[in-house]
């Protein structure tokens, strides 16, 4: 190759695995999203192990998984240094690496971790105050939704001013002044579709007309005030609650806020990725698409994210490359695989040696069609202080550490999580159960006793050291 790619990472927020058009969802419209499948590889049981952007986001960095780099939860405000990243080590290839629109959870969140420039939501606000002086920079959210509201209302400022519309407008301002005697990596993030829940009111109205599909629920589920699976929390918000009961006008809004914000998403990224006047995509730059983690939106009686069913755990990853990488165009691969899986997989494109630190796996030889030589037995997907979990995407263990519950379902015939098969087959319950006690026997909340599993134990968002 006479010269190395361009990369381009979208990553959303909040994005659901089943809300992409080419998985036959039955009302959402994501035909940009859908040309990187099918001009590539879609991925179609790739997890977030952290379910929630800090851990997620961390993981992309740095090809580690949240057990590895020691975010196990939500916590804000931890700097961390002495890990290779993505761009950094691509910078050192002479990649011209730029972030834009919504940041990848650094702190401080001016520190690039390999980013050579950015522009992040931060930068938002003053934009928006110089764009239009009437504005402050808090103005996106003078509608009263807040960021973990499930409510909903159309945008209320003039769509070029809306945050989706912002991010597309810094990286196409980027591709123009960018340095044409080198490649680039460009970090395209997007805030949506995380609340608030406001896309352009044309998005909002579409999904009111065409109908939202209905919850899922498990026959597992209870209602929140009789004690929703996972959360004994009191509801002090019941706005932004984590257990919902929604139905009605309230769950159509919601539903149909969220599918807007991605439709929208979508259309911007048009504005990237066309064969007229954006990146020719095809020719000269790979496309990795993902997102941090899911949304429950309702179903089993369940909001926003962190937990391990699919909703929540479960996130879209597609890639797009130049023929001379021999991707198996339109291919569709159904082995698990996770947030550190990224890094590998870019420098093995590239043929750049991957660094000792990092934990996650290649997927080239999946996306040329090849059988590794060894894989994975499952994925440890975690959050705390909730839930361990296990998966290969055929079945999935669930553990409660608070209380000791279990849950097991089987994903191949049950795809939404509507069986709980835990009480019913302990035999094949039992070697997931067993896969578990390995895996956390020397983790030092002490999860393990005597080989059994321990409830009670304390669970923080960082792994004591």
């Avoid at 961390?58 to 939500?74: D, E």
């Avoid at 504005?135 to 001013?161: F, K, Q, S, V, Y």
């Avoid at 579709?193 to 406001?198: D, K």
Wanted: a negative charge.
């Amino acid at each position: 190759m006479k010269r190395r790619p361009n990369i381009l990472l979208i990553h959303t927020e909040h994005h659901r695995g089943d809300c992409l058009g080419i998985e036959n969802h039955p009302v959402l419209l994501t035909p940009n999203m859908d040309t990187v499948a099918r001009s590539g590889v879609r991925f179609s049981r790739f997890y977030s192990a952290c379910p929630s952007c800090i851990a997620a986001r961390r993981s992309i960095l740095t090809g580690q998984s949240p057990q590895t780099h020691g975010l196990v939860g939500y916590r804000e405000g931890i700097e961390w240094d002495g890990i290779p990243t993505l761009p950094g080590l691509l910078r050192e290839q002479n990649y011209q690496t730029v972030h834009v629109g919504r940041s990848m959870h650094q702190y401080p969140p001016r520190k690039g971790y390999g980013f050579e420039w950015m522009e992040i939501k931060e930068d938002y606000g003053e934009w928006l105050r110089e764009r239009s002086p009437r504005h402050g920079p808090d103005d996106w959210r003078a509608a009263g939704i807040m960021n973990n509201d499930w409510t909903a209302r159309p945008w209320h400022l003039d769509e070029d001013l809306h945050t989706t519309n912002w991010a597309v407008d810094r990286a196409l301002s980027f591709l123009r002044r960018r340095d044409p005697s080198r490649p680039f990596f460009l970090s395209l993030g997007f805030s949506a579709a995380h609340p608030p829940f406001q896309p352009p009111a044309f998005y909002m109205e579409r999904y009111l007309r065409t109908g939202v599909p209905e919850r899922l629920m498990g026959d597992w589920a209870r209602p929140p005030e009789t004690g929703a699976a996972g959360d004994d929390r009191p509801v002090h918000d019941y706005v932004s609650a984590s257990a919902v009961d929604m139905s009605g006008e309230a769950l159509l809004s919601m539903r149909a806020a969220y599918y807007g914000m991605l439709n929208h998403v979508d259309d911007q990224i048009r504005r990237v990725i066309n064969p007229n006047t954006g990146l020719r995509h095809n020719d000269d730059t790979i496309v990795i698409f993902t997102s941090d983690h899911g949304e429950m939106l309702g179903d089993h009686y369940r909001f926003r994210k962190s937990l391990a069913y699919e909703p929540s755990a479960r996130i879209p990853f597609l890639i797009s490359a130049p023929p001379e990488f021999g991707l198996t165009r339109g291919s569709v691969v159904e082995t698990a695989a996770t947030h550190a899986d990224i890094l590998p997989t870019v420098l093995d494109m590239l043929g750049l040696p991957i660094p000792e630190t990092v934990e996650g796996l290649s997927l080239y030889g999946l996306m040329r069609g090849e059988s590794p030589p060894t894989w994975r037995e499952c994925l440890h997907i975690e959050h705390a202080p909730n839930h361990h979990a296990l998966t290969d995407g055929r079945e999935k263990y669930i553990w409660w550490p608070a209380d000791g519950r279990e849950q097991f379902f089987d994903l191949t015939d049950d795809p939404g999580e509507l069986r709980d098969l835990a009480l019913q087959d302990d035999a094949r319950i039992a070697p997931w159960r067993d896969r578990l006690i390995e895996r956390l026997r020397d983790r030092p909340e002490g999860f393990v006793r005597d080989g059994k599993l321990v409830a009670g134990r304390p669970y923080e968002a960082e792994i004591p050291s």
